[in-house]
């Protein structure tokens, strides 16, 4: 299986401020994936990396509050701007990784966002 | 609209003895079906999966069933141990490799 990182673990943040998280893999994946966990509820995706073009994003997700890079097929940043407390969440970024005869996603250990 | 349901928010089971967790679907588009377990402060571990075209999938104490008629799945750990006490998570993959995910079981293993 993929081994995945995240930086920062985690962090507290003031509002209006802007927080950039990390998400670096040992090996060349075709999709990553950015997820969020609420505190108390399910993940929730928010978009797929596109290595080389835009992030595509879910219902209720834009670029502009949730702005995404994938410069390459190991590494993908997720920002989160102009934070608010609602944006207290852990941040969990995934990567497909799939045998012949079956089907598997990997998670990194995820970024818990506190917001004040 | 949640298209993955898991109706049981927590399940206690006594160490050596059978959990079994339940999972439900409301797209028939689903082609696969994982299950993960995940600690507090970590990220989802994978644990199984199974295919839309199979009805079961085993691997060590993990089995997976399901019943693409009644649109249901479920997850059997035997023989449960301590360190199974989490919070699964069942999830349903499109063929655009998204997961949705249902609300998640506690389960908590008594010794």
């Known amino acids: 299986s993929a081994v995945i990182s995240q930086k920062p673990s985690r962090d507290i943040c003031q509002r209006g401020t802007s927080l950039t998280i990390q998400c670096q893999v040992d090996?060349?994946?075709?999709?990553m994936f950015w997820y969020r966990q609420q505190p108390g509820q399910s993940l929730t995706l928010i978009a797929t990396?596109?290595?080389?073009?835009?992030?595509?994003?879910e219902s209720g997700f834009v670029i502009d509050k949730f702005p995404i890079s994938r410069p390459n097929l190991t590494f993908s940043t997720l920002t989160v701007s102009n934070m608010s407390p609602e944006d207290s969440s852990i941040y969990l970024c995934s990567v497909d990784q799939g045998g012949v005869n079956s089907y598997e996603q990997y998670f990194g250990p995820g970024t818990r966002l506190t917001v004040t | 609209d949640q298209q993955v349901k898991q109706n049981s928010p927590s399940l206690s089971v006594q160490e050596g003895r059978i959990s079994i967790l339940n999972c439900d679907y409301t797209n028939s588009m689903f082609d696969y079906f994982l299950w993960y377990k995940k600690y507090p402060a970590e990220g989802p571990t994978f644990l199984i999966s199974?295919?839309?075209?199979?009805d079961k999938n085993e691997d060590g104490r993990f089995t997976v069933f399901l019943n693409k008629s009644a649109k249901h799945l479920s997850l059997h750990i035997v023989p449960s141990q301590p360190g199974d006490s989490a919070v699964y998570f069942c999830?349903?993959?499109?063929?655009?490799?998204?997961?949705?995910f249902g609300a998640g079981t506690t389960v908590t293993v008594r010794a």
């Open positions: 199974i295919s839309s075209i199979k």
């Open positions: 999830a349903a993959r499109k063929d655009d490799y998204k997961l949705s």
């Open positions: 090996s060349q994946v075709t999709m």
């Open positions: 990396a596109n290595q080389g073009s835009e992030a595509t994003y």
